[in-house]
């Protein structure tokens, strides 16, 4: 009996199921037989959406159909009692199948054939007298062992198959065969959907009937049957799954509804029935891709009953009826968006349940205006046999009453008190409750986050009002944090009052402080009254006492709430750490370090503003900061001496400032420390104590904080203004002592580099542990670059630590010395950092780092040039022909450079041809741009293709008054070739004009084989000589032929010499190593070409010994 | 004749608020913070589109059983919300449209004044009286 008000306006669930076409299945014993049972679990189960929409119903031999009722010839004189007979749906859905199949075990083959024929026979036989009057068709289908063979080639099986047919009266056409093998689920969709094609003749024959019937109808007194038959024909017509013609027909049994006069007596059973096709229009049209029609034709539904109150008596049942229509469209409509109809902001299923909610409160609150007074059911129960209606919708105590005859008076208050009473018992706020969250979490999904929360609002307000505080104080405390992020002041003072109530309720001590503490604050729009009698329940809180209650609430709650408190606040001291980082209190905070920076020997100063805006004063008893370092956490407090007892004590509107100093620790240096919370502590420890947590910046959002400071305050500390720095850095103390550093850039590549250190104590105590380490602050360069502490050039590792004493008297002073050498032309950034400890009470470690660039440069560039025995340039060696080495020293340095000494080493094949190497530069002083050459003598022994190494070339050079260093460089030479002959030439210095002077060639044949060659000698203007013209000449192998001339100067002057041409004689066969062109070449690089010629001297020359002979080898 | 005007700031909070009936001004502050929700998506939808940037009027945004709600934002996302009862049929869309732009013209007067500090709630007894004005239409 519970259900009945359900059942008004529930809909059934034969409405919402979805309606399949019903197959039944004769035949098949599933409980014995393995066979049966898997033919029946194949197509019972895994009904998936692409199989055929049919539904399979087991029918035992015995079943028994509804029996069908008379056909009536004439409606004349029928009057119909209601509008949808409650059995029909359920009748059609799952009692009168559209088709029955007989499953048989028969194979073509079968020994008992005839026999076996004859059973089947009569199964059929006896379904169809079952089903005596239905057009039911009726399907055989023999299971077969055997798998059949193509068609047409079993004689045997098409006559059998005819003879089959025949005995059991049955169509050839709904004889099938089931071979039970291996395809069986492939042969059921086959099978079924050839099922599905006699359904639909079925459901398409019953429609003709229905349809039939309506000539036999007028519209005086069978409107009922318009509606009904229609109806029925858009129900059969979604059995037979034509969606269109279905919603055609529903819209006409709708329309005919419309048309039906209401009164009293039906005004339940048509707004009942008008539910009932409005919801199958709905959701048609959604499945038909027509949500707007839907949503209009709901909504015209809507408007249409919304104000067909009925009994006021029973207004409730009018709202459970609404709530009931919303709801349901809000399913269907969610039900057609999973499927993927695409819902907007504007549109979508929570709407329609927020709707629902709302009318369910209606509901709730007209339930508790009209059924208040009902105690009890009336006897007899009126509403007896309300579930086994002949029709939806009509009153138990007066079934199928269809005329306006008055009702019996004392009948009709007996069954609508008997609806009250039922509607008391209901739970109406669940309903309500589970309707917001239905619409909550729909709200969610389109994005309306602010709509969402109200709907929480109310959702809380509803468990309130079940007296659920718990759960309503819990919601209500989620919301407050999203009002308070955009200072809507209003609605969070109205969520804050329930919420502070719902926290008395439920006795919660913390959400009780935590509430009231914002409600004391300047946001919260209160009545200072209610404030005050805030204020005065925070306080006995802190003295243990039970806090007064709302006067608005009632007693009972009250009584309740008092119990609830009493052990709470007894037994023990209570101690509370609250979190006030992201709440807007009464209270505000700011922290803020006075400096960015903090010495590490420096006391570190926090100072702490305190607001307080609570219209009663409030008095704390510590006020501390917390302060986060990357090592720990620590916590200082306002020293309590300090301050004057009252300090602590805030009136309204009052702001403080606290200065809290604390010592920095020293392994916080380059590390910054912040501000993490500022506590503040309320009460005292043996009653209840409050730990206040706030943030160090906190408070509403603003828009401009930087226009606050124009903002008028009273007060002479505008809290406003205040802008906290809540992070500051810890840097080591400044180091007084005073650094001298000296040196001459640039370094010189390859030198010791001296830099000097002067140190001076200036700080005002002695210092020690000093240390002073020189590094590089580039990492790039350091492979490059060698350091040392002394000049003896042993290179040392970095960091260098230079030698000097480790304690420095105040005022005292020292020095040192590090030196450094450079093997690339870079820049060097050196640090030098000395680092050492104060010796006082307290000892401060400090640091002082000084940074230096030294640029590097070459100090001088070293050439060499390469010259023939007639000092000219060459770029060709040959075996054992002198080379003049000339090596030139370019000095680049700024500074002064003294070369101390030279050296050549000569290096194999090469050998020097001086009898000892003498160093011309050595002691030379080059200034900048200046150039110092020498000469070496050398010869090479050996050919080579490829550049020989002459050998090392030496400079010891040093700065004026620096260290000396030794560079060294490689000089590499020509090729070197070897040719079999060796052309010298003995010529005096210079000669007389008209005094006789003897020249002489030397051939020397190097090779061991005899060399031919042809000599002539030019003619020359200057000179008259005797000796051979032209003749042929051969020189032995490894031996010298001279060949000596006579000249005779006639002019004075740098003169010509008389040419000497050497050619190879043509008949002579190929010396091996000895080309025409290289004769040539000897000849110009060997013999000088001119020679100086004297005036005549007065007096007897002295010939030929007047001038020594240069440097050349005797000849033998 | 417009029964609550209201004007939000880019950061979603109330910076005015003004009811006929001060009595209902907590039920008016649910409904118009629950507008803000399809303002919000307008905006949003609006940056993806070509929308006319001098288009502020944003047109109805709920229309409820009792009470129709309209948006107007403007190029500095302070919102404007305008609340009408259903059954008054006596407005039009462009009568609401001007009682906007006479609105806009107001707050842009109270944001001139030098004593006012942007993004504070107004508190102004001569603003009070040209929004009284101009929901009752007597401007």
Redesign the interface.
């Given at each position: 009996m519970q259900s009945y008000i359900q059942n008004t306006s529930d809909l059934p669930p034969e409405l919402c199921a979805k309606p399949l076409a019903l197959v039944g299945v004769s035949g098949l014993d599933t409980l014995n037989n393995a066979v049966h049972k898997s033919i029946w679990e194949t197509f019972s189960n895994n009904r998936r959406a692409d199989r055929s929409p049919v539904f399979f119903k087991l029918i035992s031999n015995a079943h028994e159909f509804p029996v069908i009722k008379p056909k009536r010839n004439s409606y004349d004189w029928y009057i119909p009692k209601g509008i949808l007979k409650r059995n029909w749906m359920n009748k059609h859905l799952y009692e009168i199948p559209a088709v029955i199949v007989i499953f048989y075990d028969l194979d073509w083959n079968d020994s008992l054939w005839n026999e076996k024929m004859i059973e089947c026979a009569s199964r059929v036989q006896s379904l169809r007298a079952a089903l005596e009057g239905r057009n039911t068709r009726i399907a055989v289908v023999l299971i077969q062992n055997t798998l059949p063979l193509p068609p047409g080639e079993d004689v045997l099986a098409s006559d059998r198959a005819v003879s089959l047919c025949a005995s059991c009266e049955l169509n050839a056409s709904s004889l099938f065969v089931l071979p039970h093998g291996d395809h069986l689920q492939g042969y059921a969709v086959r099978l079924e959907s050839a099922f599905y094609e006699f359904a639909q003749s079925y459901y398409h024959n019953e429609i003709k009937t229905i349809r039939s019937h309506k000539e036999h109808l007028n519209k005086s007194s069978h409107q009922y049957l318009f509606v009904r038959h229609q109806f029925k024909m858009g129900f059969l017509y979604e059995l037979k799954q034509d969606v269109h013609t279905a919603h055609k027909h529903y819209t006409h049994a709708y329309n005919y509804l419309l048309e039906i006069r209401v009164v009293d007596t039906n005004a339940l059973e048509i707004r009942t029935v008008a539910g009932f096709i409005n919801y199958k229009l709905c959701k048609l049209m959604f499945a038909l891709n027509l949500p707007r029609d839907a949503i209009s034709q709901f909504k015209a539904h809507i408007d249409r009953f919304k104000n067909r109150m009925g009994f006021h008596e029973l207004s409730f049942e009018h709202y459970a009826w609404l709530s009931k229509q919303f709801s349901v469209f809000g399913d269907i409509f969610d039900e057609a968006v999973k499927l993927g109809l695409p819902a907007v902001?504007?549109q979508h299923p929570g709407i329609y349940y927020q709707q629902a909610a709302q009318y369910a409160i209606l509901r709730k609150k007209s339930c508790q205006e009209l059924c208040s007074n009902i105690i009890a059911l009336p006897q007899p129960h009126p509403l007896e046999g309300a579930n086994s209606m002949e029709f939806y919708g009509q009153r138990p105590w007066r079934p199928g009453k269809l005329s306006a005859e008055p009702p019996d008076p004392q009948l009709e208050s007996n069954g609508i008190q008997a609806i009250q009473y039922l509607e008391k018992q209901f739970a109406h706020s669940n309903a309500i409750v589970s309707l917001y969250g239905l619409a909550i979490s729909q709200y969610k999904t389109y994005?309306?986050?602010?709509?969402r929360?109200?709907l929480v609002?109310q959702m809380a307000e509803e468990y309130y009002n079940s007296h659920d505080f718990g759960k309503a104080l819990t919601l209500l405390t989620h919301m407050l944090w999203d009002f308070r992020a955009?200072?809507?002041w209003?609605?969070l003072t109205?969520i804050l009052e329930k919420a502070i109530r719902c926290a008395y309720l439920t006795a919660s001590v913390q959400d009780y402080v935590l509430l009231s503490l914002e409600i004391l604050g300047k946001y919260s729009k209160l009545s200072v009254e209610q404030k005050k009698r805030i204020h005065e329940n925070l306080q006995r809180i802190l003295k243990r006492q039970i806090p007064f209650g709302d006067q608005k609430l009632t007693p009972d709650v009250l009584q309740h709430a008092v119990i609830q408190w009493q052990p709470k606040l007894q037994t023990e001291p209570i101690h509370l750490s609250l979190d006030l980082g992201n709440v807007s209190t009464c209270i505000e905070t700011k922290a803020t370090f006075m400096q960015a920076k903090y010495e590490v020997d420096q006391n570190v100063t926090v100072e702490v503003y305190i607001k307080c805006s609570s219209p009663l004063p409030l008095t704390f008893t510590k006020v501390s900061v917390t302060i986060n370092t990357p090592s720990y956490n620590c916590e200082y407090a306002v020293d309590n001496q300090n301050l004057s007892s009252n300090s602590l004590e805030f009136g309204s509107d009052e702001t403080k400032r606290f200065v809290i100093d604390f010592v920095p620790d020293s392994n916080d240096v380059n590390s910054e420390i912040q501000i993490g919370a500022i506590n503040l502590v309320m009460g005292n420890a043996s009653e209840t104590n409050l730990d206040l947590k706030f943030s160090p910046q906190n408070g509403p959002?603003?828009?401009?904080p930087e226009?606050?400071h124009?903002?008028y305050s009273p007060h002479k500390l505008n809290f406003d203004n205040i802008s906290p720095r809540t992070a500051t850095l810890i840097i080591p103390r400044h180091s007084k002592l005073e650094i001298g550093l000296e040196y001459a850039i640039p370094a010189l590549l390859g030198e010791w580099f001296a830099i000097k250190i002067a140190i001076n104590n200036e700080e005002l105590h002695d210092i020690k542990d000093m240390r002073v380490e020189v590094a590089l602050s580039k990492d790039e360069t350091i492979s490059l670059t060698e350091f040392s502490t002394n000049s003896s050039g042993v290179p040392e590792k970095l960091p260098l630590v230079v030698k000097l004493p480790p304690t420095l008297r105040q005022g005292e002073k020292c020095s040192g010395c590090f030196y450094l050498r450079a093997h690339k032309v870079v820049e060097n950034h050196i640090e030098v950092k000395i680092s050492y400890t104060l010796d006082r009470e307290k000892p401060v470690v400090s640091i002082k780092t000084e940074t230096i660039i030294v640029p590097v440069v070459k100090p001088f560039e070293i050439s060499t040039k390469f010259q023939s025995s007639l000092m000219e340039e060459i770029g060709q060696f040959y075996v054992g022909e002198e080379v003049g080495v000339m090596c030139s020293v370019r000095c680049l340095s700024p500074w002064p450079l003294i070369i101390e000494n030279t050296s050549f080493e000569f290096t194999s094949p090469c050998k020097s041809t001086e009898n000892s190497i003498v160093s011309h530069l050595a002691n030379t002083r080059l200034e900048d741009k200046e150039v110092g050459v020498e000469l070496f003598l050398a010869v090479c022994e050996k050919s080579s293709d490829s550049n020989v190494t002459v050998g090392q070339y030496m400079v010891k050079w040093r700065r004026e008054n620096g260290l000396s260093t030794t560079s060294q460089l490689t000089i590499i030479g020509h090729t070197c070739h070897w040719i079999p002959l060796e052309l010298k030439m003995s010529v005096p210095a210079h000669g007389f004009v008209r005094t006789p002077l003897l020249i002489d060639y030397h051939l020397h044949n190097r090779s061991r084989q005899l060399l031919q060659l042809d000599v002539a000698m030019e003619g020359s203007e200057a000179f008259m000589y005797a000796g051979y013209k032209q003749f042929s000449v051969s020189v032995l192998p490894e031996s010298v032929k001279s060949i000596q001339y006579n000249l005779y100067p006639l002019i004075a002057g740098s003169v010509a010499l008389p040419k000497l041409v050497l050619t190879l004689p043509e008949n002579s066969g190929e010396v091996p190593g000895l080309r025409q062109e290289q004769l040539k070449s000897l000849v110009e690089r060997c013999l000088p070409t001119h020679l100086y010629v004297m005036p005549q001297v007065k007096g007897a020359p002295q010939l030929p010994g007047l001038v020594k002979p240069r440097r050349l080898a005797k000849i033998k | 004749m417009a029964v609550c005007v209201a004007i939000v700031g880019k950061d979603n909070s109330p910076k005015y608020f003004c009811c006929l009936n001060p009595d209902e001004e907590l039920s008016f502050q649910y409904k118009v913070l629950s507008s803000l929700d399809v303002i919000e998506e307008k905006l949003n939808a609006g940056n993806k589109g070509t929308n006319d940037l001098r288009e502020l009027y944003l047109g109805m945004l709920y229309s409820l059983e009792t009470h129709k709600i309209y948006g107007y934002v403007t190029n500095t996302k302070i919102k404007f919300v305008i609340v009408v009862d259903s059954t008054n049929m006596a407005l039009r869309d462009n009568e609401i449209r001007s009682m906007f732009r006479k609105l806009h013209s107001e707050y842009a007067d109270i944001v001139c004044n030098p004593f006012y500090i942007p993004g504070e709630s107004i508190c102004s007894k001569s603003f009070d009286v040209s929004v009284k004005n101009i929901m009752t239409g007597t401007v």
């Open positions: 902001q504007t994005r309306c986050p602010r709509t929360r109200h609002l955009e200072n809507w209003l609605l109205d959002n603003r828009v401009c226009l606050l124009f903002k | -």
